[in-house]
């Protein structure tokens, strides 16, 4: 997969045989999560032919970290294999630690799938926790996890 600049420190594909090994970055957990969502929409088509246009509010819910990554990764896919909508900006809010584990608050826009607009790269079949893993760093926190394609 082609390294385009405006993606520059968001996010980047690393080598991995049959599956998409994707790490995202960002400042801080909010940032690393929504560049991951880009990443992800970033493998299935050019996300900016994506006009954000659609407005849709997102919140998710998981006993850990990991599963906060895999489930808002997998709500998203979910909104694009149900409704047909395809994402391409992503305003993560929050990020809380609960009683139950840890939410997370976005918003999310895009606009309906169309195959004349968006160019079909490779679709995403789901998340996976294999090789998943979380750097955190004092200024930059990286989410590494494979898409299976």
Do not use: C
Not at 102 to 114: I, P, Q, S, W
Not at 139 to 144: A, G, Y
């Amino acid at each position: 997969m082609e390294k385009r600049e405006q993606f520059e420190g968001k996010f980047e594909f690393l080598e991995h045989t049959a599956d998409v090994y994707v790490a995202s970055h960002g400042a801080t957990m909010e940032e690393a999560m929504g560049n991951a969502a880009l990443a992800m929409f970033e493998v299935m088509t050019d996300t900016e032919k994506v006009a954000p246009t659609h407005k849709d509010a997102l919140e998710v819910e998981a006993e850990d970290e990991y599963a906060l990554l895999y489930s808002w990764l997998e709500a998203l896919l979910v909104k694009f294999e149900v409704n047909g909508t395809i994402y391409s900006k992503f305003d993560v809010h929050s990020i809380k630690e609960t009683p139950n584990g840890f939410k997370l608050k976005a918003t999310v826009y895009g606009e309906k799938f169309d195959s004349q607009k968006h160019p079909q790269k490779v679709g995403v079949k789901a998340i996976t926790y294999h090789q998943m893993e979380f750097i955190k760093e004092r200024e930059k926190i990286t989410l590494m996890f494979l898409l299976d394609i």
